[in-house]
């Protein structure tokens, strides 16, 4: 896989606080790549120096051979769209228009194209739905077709399993390799194992440093979780290609 972002030496934080401290880290493309780590590791403080929303300490980040400071706010939709874990109550507004908000090549994008990414992902039966009176999991997967809808070659998704049932959570990683069929790159913040055995590609964050990332069969170990995560985590090989993990006493 070529290699799409590049964090080079990247520091960054909030106001004085520094969350990231000195990260190299290579996002490829297409494929899924999941950045995992503890509540507060820094996982969404990555995603969001990609979308220019933290302060930069140092370093840099490059974007398909582009410097990131480069690139105007108004153009970077084309380069990557961002689905929060949460979006601020939206009284009033339909699935449809929190999908229609996004933007594509500077212009909003029309309702006809929003209705056919939720048709796209199998909801576009919430399209008239009130987005507040919707469910969680609705509301995540609302917020991954507004993030699609951008074409930007690049999808990030912040904890988006966080808090869901079985089926939700079932529904929302098949939408994750839907994107990834479309030879996107996936980049998706979460402790969630589950998406981590399904990814391509691993970052594992610790206090705002990277500890190991690589291939996901190359990574993920009982030794790197129990360490992520501070417990014991037993990794099971199921075949080449599958993997379960245990939480050991």
């Known amino acids: 896989?070529?290699?799409?972002?590049?964090?080079?030496?990247?520091?960054?934080?909030?106001?004085?606080?520094?969350?990231?401290?000195?990260?190299?880290?290579?996002?490829?493309?297409?494929?899924?790549?999941?950045?995992?780590?503890?509540?507060?590791?820094?996982?969404?403080?990555?995603?969001?120096?990609?979308?220019?929303?933290?302060?930069?300490?140092?370093?840099?980040?490059?974007?398909?051979?582009?410097?990131?400071?480069?690139?105007?706010?108004?153009?970077?939709?084309?380069?990557?769209a961002y689905a929060p874990a949460w979006l601020e109550d939206q009284m009033g507004f339909t699935a449809l228009n929190i999908v229609s908000s996004a933007r594509i090549s500077g212009r909003w994008i029309t309702e006809d194209e929003a209705a056919e990414v939720l048709e796209y992902l199998h909801i576009g039966y919430l399209a008239q739905k009130r987005f507040s009176e919707l469910s969680s999991g609705q509301m995540k997967m609302v917020l991954i077709a507004r993030a699609l809808a951008s074409r930007a070659p690049t999808v990030m998704l912040d904890e988006p399993t966080s808090g869901l049932d079985i089926s939700n959570k079932r529904r929302i990683m098949k939408m994750i390799n839907m994107l990834a069929e479309r030879k996107l790159s996936v980049v998706v913040a979460t402790h969630d194992l589950d998406i981590a055995l399904i990814s391509d590609w691993i970052i594992a964050i610790k206090n705002g440093g990277i500890i190991s990332s690589g291939a996901r069969n190359e990574v993920i170990s009982s030794a790197l979780l129990s360490d992520l995560y501070d417990t014991n985590v037993r990794v099971v090989k199921l075949d080449n290609s599958r993997f379960t993990c245990v939480m050991d006493e």
Do not use: C, W
């Not at 401290?21 to 403080?45: D, F, H, M, V």
């Not at 220019?52 to 051979?65: D, E, H, P, Q």
């Open 1 to 80: 896989m070529a290699d799409h972002i590049k964090l080079n030496d990247f520091s960054a934080g909030y106001r004085s606080e520094e969350i990231l401290r000195k990260i190299n880290a290579e996002i490829p493309k297409p494929g899924i790549t999941t950045i995992l780590g503890q509540n507060g590791s820094g996982k969404t403080t990555m995603l969001r120096s990609l979308i220019k929303y933290t302060a930069v300490k140092g370093g840099s980040i490059t974007m398909a051979g582009k410097d990131l400071g480069r690139i105007p706010l108004n153009e970077l939709p084309n380069y990557v």
